[in-house]
């Protein structure tokens, strides 16, 4: 187990072993909404696989956990309806999760989304993983 650091106020208190080690951040806008990312990847014959991806994302379209999954839809360009989702009750605040990604509201505007390559972890890992993702500052589970 290792710890992923702090990502826009929020630190990252776990990875899951096996992770590749080439690590970026990145931030950009899309849809009004501010996103700064953790990318995780490994080196393949074919390039790069990303294994883990952490956004923090901020914008006022964030009002409520039903903008949020509405605006990942947008993002991701794929639907997410209510049978592919269960509910995640992170720490932070309300989710849902996929058996690929979590995502959860920390307060009105304000996002996190942490996304596993499923060929590389499973849902326990993904679900541990988004349950380390706290406020900077806040006590650790």
């Known amino acids: ?43 393949t014959a074919d390039g790069h696989r990303v294994d883990l991806r952490v956004h923090v994302l901020r914008g006022p379209r964030l009002g409520d956990l039903d903008g949020l999954r509405d605006f990942l839809v947008d993002y991701h360009e794929r639907e997410l309806d209510d049978s592919q989702l269960i509910d995640f009750p992170h720490p932070d605040g309300p989710g ?5 990604q979590v995502f959860w509201l920390t307060e009105p505007g304000v996002a996190v989304t942490v996304l596993a390559d499923p060929e590389q972890f499973g849902q326990d890992d993904l679900f541990t993983v988004a349950r380390g993702v706290v406020r900077q500052g806040a006590p650790t589970a």
């Open 1 to 43: 187990m290792s710890d992923g650091g702090v990502l826009d106020g929020f630190r990252i208190g776990y990875l899951p072993d096996g992770l590749g080690d080439l690590v970026s951040d990145f931030a950009s806008e899309w849809g009004d909404v501010q996103i700064t990312s953790r990318v995780w990847e490994r080196q």
């Open 96 to 100: 849902r999760a996929t058996d690929t």
